[in-house]
């Protein structure tokens, strides 16, 4: 077992790049040159422009905007308003599986896959169950989710999941959430010109609209997610570029919701369209993914993910893409120019993200699956336009055993105790690890990946170092694509752990690095957390478990690192989130903030000392509870 290294994976990327050349293509690789070095306000996050009085950049001799407002405020609403970006795209992916849910009918192209999960929710939420049909409630839960956005009172649902000594803090600090769509209104009221200019104020509404991401939206999306498509499990997948295949059509996934990307690989499945493809040249059909939707369609069908973020636009440099079929969020615009260099269709599905240069065939779910099967076919008869000369897909994959949801992780670790009766179903077995010291912690690697740090380098190097030193990694997003590319979550990884990591791998029979899903599903780390803190009567914030996204870059990950901290756990960047101008700020996210919610952030870009940074914070909560 070898895992595939960063220089390997930059040596297919040239490859790939040389092909670019040739036809003209244009890459973030060159386009990061064009556009270093940054503007050095905005990498402070000291220029202002949300009136027309501005811009206002603040330097020593005007340290003050037009409106008197200091660096101080001028960081802290720019903060505030890339969480409540970030806040409102979750939820608004949340929204749109709430939707699909609301629409899902025995006959139709949605159904119900997971009903037992469904119920479980309904009766959480006090909504009766009893005799009543599973269509007609999940009609209901789907209405009742839906109002959680827009509910004029009260707070979040889901907050209930939390530990009690969590929700109090939430209550103290007045930080819960209450509509979600509310939070970020009132986020973008409060940056307003003319309004909020105190950091304290402005940080306090960041971690009320994260939450309302994190235990509002986003956790929406994911378990009703779960509810229309099936709550994953353990299935056996293969990571990288290498995962498309010369010989048959290729249809890449890419964006975020699972609406779209279950209804291509249903269609990509089909008999009637495989015959298509033959009948077009091809041996088969391929869906292979990018970013997260292509871990949502891993997770449930074992749909091989080809790269993660900073690797779309190598699908098309491969010139054996048919079609690049997007939904919505963290799609390159770069995608259509680029593809009009090859004979890739660039396929562009939702009204939320319209790009030029694109093909735009409208998805919804009252049509679903005729599009879907409009997409697959349009791939197919694309495959006669390739250019063979053009065509090179480096032979580099990994295996990756992902599907690591809440429901899996608990009924695998239910292996790793002598299975007493009273712990089984429970995260106890995990906790007993944790205490008895053959784990010591684990640290949840999130997020994107960013040119700012060599890609992919610091989430691999990272999670080997943890691995090494017994602490086991829950991934997700970005982070979790990187992890499988290298081979991190291939079950044969556990060699490169510590010897009680490697214990425990063997007995639950699984990876080191444990896919958890999407970066909506960054929810289920945090159920995750709850539950450990309620089976072991710790707070959350005592537990040694850390959040660390070292190649973050959009304003969901700012949203994401809000209600990790605000949910209690230190949180562990490496890339500055533009606020390195403002002192004051500085020390509220750093330290202030643990005044009310027991975490707060660290930012450090050297990933080495990152790392190191979260592995004494880890060895400090243990020495703190006495394990
Ligand atoms: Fe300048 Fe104030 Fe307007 Fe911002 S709000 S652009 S600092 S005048
Ligand atoms: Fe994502």
């Known amino acids: 077992f070898k895992l595939t290294t960063v220089e390997e994976m930059e040596a297919a990327t040239n490859r790939l790049l040389e092909t670019g050349a040739k036809v003209g293509a244009d890459a973030w690789q060159i386009r990061v040159k064009n556009q270093t070095p940054h503007c050095k306000f905005g990498e402070q996050g000291i220029c202002c422009r949300i009136c027309a009085m501005g811009p206002c950049r603040i330097t020593p001799k005007a340290p003050r905007g037009i409106c008197g407002c200091d660096a101080h405020g001028i960081v802290g609403r720019n903060y505030l308003k890339f969480t409540a970006g970030g806040a409102a795209t979750h939820s608004d992916h949340g929204r749109e599986i709430c939707h699909t849910l609301y629409a899902a009918d025995p006959n139709g192209a949605y159904k119900v896959k997971d009903p037992d999960k469904l119920i479980r929710i309904a009766k959480e939420w006090g909504v009766e169950t009893e005799g009543k049909d599973i269509y007609d409630l999940a009609h209901e839960m789907a209405e009742l989710a839906l109002m959680e ?99 048959n059509v290729n249809i890449v996934v890419h964006g975020h919701d699972p609406s779209l990307s279950e209804m291509v690989c249903e269609y990509a499945d089909d008999p009637e369209m495989i015959a298509y493809a033959k009948s077009m040249g091809a041996k088969g059909i391929t869906v292979s993914g990018v970013c997260c939707t292509s871990n949502e369609v891993a997770m449930r069908r074992g749909i091989p993910m080809a790269g993660n973020f900073l690797q779309q636009e190598n699908v098309v440099l491969t010139g054996a893409c048919e079609a690049i079929v997007v939904d919505v969020q963290c799609i390159f615009p770069a995608l259509g120019p680029l593809s009009k260099c090859f004979h890739t269709k660039f396929i562009t599905t939702s009204p939320i993200a319209q790009m030029p240069d694109s093909d735009y065939i409208r998805f919804d779910v009252g049509t679903a699956a ?80 960013n040119p700012k740090v060599r890609p992919d380098t610091a989430h691999i190097e990272m999670m080997k170092k943890l691995i090494a030193n017994d602490i086991v990694v829950v991934a997700s997003g970005c982070s979790a694509q990187a992890a499988a590319k290298a081979g991190l979550m291939d079950k044969a990884a556990k060699d490169l752990c510590g010897a009680g990591l490697k214990r425990v791998c063997e007995l639950a029979d699984i990876p080191p690095v444990l896919h958890m ?111």
Request: contains cysteine; aromatic residues 6%; charged residues 25%.
């Open 149 to 247: 956005y827009g509910k004029p009172f009260g707070v979040q649902r889901w907050l209930k999941r939390a530990p009690e000594h969590t929700q109090k803090l939430w209550h103290d600090a007045e930080i819960e959430p209450r509509a979600i769509d509310r939070e970020v209104a009132t986020s973008l009221h409060m940056t307003h010109m003319g309004c909020s200019s105190k950091p304290e104020a402005l940080v306090r509404q960041s971690l009320r609209a994260g939450l309302a991401d994190g235990w509002g939206g986003s956790m929406c999306g994911t378990e009703f997610s779960d509810v229309l498509f099936g709550t994953p499990k353990p299935i056996d997948t293969e990571a990288n570029l290498g995962v498309m295949n010369a010989e």
């Open 517 to 627: 899903g999407s970066c909506v599903d960054i929810s289920r780390m945090m159920i995750l957390v709850s539950e450990l803190a309620k089976d072991s009567g710790l707070k959350i914030s005592q537990l040694p478990v850390v959040g660390c996204a070292p190649e973050w870059m959009s304003e969901k990950a700012v949203s994401i690192g809000n209600y990790v901290v605000a949910t209690g756990i230190d949180t562990f960047l490496g890339v500055d989130p533009y606020v390195s101008g403002s002192s004051e700020m500085g020390e509220w996210l750093t330290n202030g903030v643990r005044d009310w919610v027991e975490a707060a952030y660290t930012v450090e870009t050297d990933i080495d000392k990152l790392c190191d940074k979260m592995i004494e914070r880890i060895e400090e909560k243990r020495t703190a509870i006495g394990i």
């Open 370 to 449: 005729e599009k879907a099967k409009q997409i697959v076919k349009t791939a197919c008869e694309n495959f006669k336009n390739r250019k063979p000369e053009l065509v090179y897909i480096p032979d580099m994959k990994q295996k990756a055993t992902v599907g690591y949801s809440l429901e899996a992780l608990v009924k695998v670790l239910d292996g790793v105790t002598n299975s007493q009766v009273d712990v089984t179903g429970t995260t106890k077995p995990l906790l007993e690890c944790v205490t008895s010291g053959v784990i010591r912690g684990a640290v949840a690697m999130v997020g994107c990946n």
